[in-house]
């Protein structure tokens, strides 16, 4: 997963401001670090992104984002 996905699913999940509130300070314990942190330190933005999700128990159906026909 790209960095641009990653911060695109987290606005399309949590909307702008939440999300980048999350990826600059929710501690992620399975990982050690805040979202912002691991990925700077190498972890794999999707690696990062399904334990926010598992975190805040968002819903299969979501884990995805938005559709957005023709992308």
Same mark, same amino acid.
């Given at each position: 997963?790209?960095?641009?996905?990653?911060?695109?699913?987290?606005?399309?999940?949590?909307?702008?401001?939440?999300?980048?509130?999350?990826?600059?300070?929710?501690?992620?314990?399975?990982?050690?670090?805040?979202? =912002? =942190?691991?990925?700077?330190?190498?972890?794999?933005?999707?690696?990062?992104?399904? =334990?926010?999700? =598992?975190?805040?128990?968002?819903?299969?159906?979501?884990?995805?984002?938005?559709?957005?026909?023709?992308?």
């Amino acid at each position: 997963m790209r960095l641009t996905d990653f911060h695109q699913l987290m606005s399309d999940v949590f909307g702008p401001q939440q999300g980048n509130w999350i990826a600059h300070t929710h501690h992620l314990p399975k990982l050690g670090g805040t979202p =912002e =942190e691991l990925i700077d330190g190498g972890v794999n933005p999707s690696r990062v992104w399904d =334990e926010i999700c =598992e975190d805040f128990d968002v819903p299969d159906n979501q884990r995805l984002g938005i559709d957005r026909p023709g992308f």
